[in-house]
C-alpha cells in the first residue's frame, strides 16, 4: 500500500517572511558579538596579567627588604608592621590577577592596590622625616645610614601598577586601553621608566656607600639607565624598531634584577661566618631581596610594550 506524504502549502505571503525571520537570528548574534568585542582581548589579557606579576615582584621586594629593615630597627614605631601586611596583600592580590584570564578587572585586586600605594606614599613621607630628624638634616651620611627614602616608593609603584592591570583588564575599554585620558601602553611605559630611574638613584647612593669595591656594582647603575631611555624613547614614538631595541634593553634588566640577587648572597657569605652567621649578616649585609625591583619594573615595562603594539595594529 502506497503511501503519500502530505504537504502543506504555505501561506500566502509567507515566502516573503522567510528573509526577515531569518534575519532575526543574525541581528541576535551580532548583538552578542559586539558586546564579546567589548571584552579585552586576549593580548590585552596578557599585558594585563603581566602588569599583575611585575606588582608581584615590587611587593615581593618590599616584603622581604622591609622586612628585615624594620625587625633590624626592632619595630620601634607601630606602623613598621603596615608595609609587612600591605605588601602580603598585594603579593596575594597580584599572584590571583596573574592567573586570572578573565577580563574582568576585580574590585576587590583593585582596593588592595589603592591601598599598597597608600602606605608605599605615607612610607616615603615618614622615611624623609627620619632622615630630616637625624643630626644634621639632609646631610650625605644621613642618607647614607638613614632609612632608604626611595625603598617605599616601590610599594607606591606595586599599587599603581596593579590598579593599571585592573584598568587594561576592563572590557569597555575596547583594543587599546585608555589611562587618564591617554593611550594606556605610554602611560605605563612613562611609569615603568620614571620608576626604573628612581631605583637607579637609590642603588647608585647605596653602591656609592660602598665604594664600588666590585667591578659588577657599575652594572646596575649603568644598563638600566639605558633601558629607561629606550623605553621613554618609544613612548615618545612607538614605531616597531624603537619597541625591539627597548625590549631587548628591558629584558637583559630583568635578567640584572636576578642576577643581583646572587651578588648580594655573595656580598651576606663575604662577611665574618659567613651563611653560617646568617642571622646576623643577611642583616648587615648587601639587602637580598632588593635587586628584583629592577626586574618588576623591566616586566612591567614590557607589559607596556605590549600595549603599544596593540595600540598601534602592528
Known sequence: MAIRVLRRKPAAGAE??????????????????????????????????????????????????????????????????????????????????FGDRNPHPTPTRDAVYALAALTGTIGSGMHVYNVRKREGGFSWNNFFYGAPVGAPMALLLAGVLGMAAERVRDRG?????????????????????????????????????????DPAMYVPVSVPPVAAALLADATRDPSPGRRRLARLWLRITAAIGVIGMGFHA???????????NWSQNVLNGPPLPAPPSFTGLAIAGLAALRLMKLAEGR
Open 16 to 97: 516573503n517572511a522567510t528573509p526577515s525571520l531569518r534575519a532575526v537570528p543574525s541581528l541576535a548574534v551580532s548583538r552578542v558579538s559586539g558586546r564579546e568585542g567589548d571584552r579585552a582581548g586576549p593580548e590585552q589579557v596578557e599585558a594585563a596579567r603581566q602588569l599583575n606579576g611585575a606588582a608581584a615582584v615590587l611587593a615581593l621586594a618590599v616584603l622581604g627588604d622591609s622586612g628585615l629593615e624594620h625587625y633590624r630597627g626592632m619595630f620601634n614605631n607601630r606602623l613598621m608592621y603596615l608595609p609587612l601586611l600591605t605588601s602580603s596583600l598585594t603579593v596575594s592580590a597580584s599572584l590571583h590577577g
Open 173 to 213: 575599554r575596547g583594543r587599546a586601553p585608555v589611562l587618564f585620558g591617554l593611550p594606556g601602553g605610554r602611560v605605563i611605559g612613562g611609569i615603568a621608566a620614571g620608576g626604573l630611574l628612581g631605583t637607579v638613584a637609590e642603588v647608585a647612593l647605596l653602591h656609592f656607600r660602598g665604594a664600588f669595591h
Open 266 to 276: 655573595f656580598g651576606v657569605h663575604r662577611n665574618m661566618g659567613g651563611w653560617r
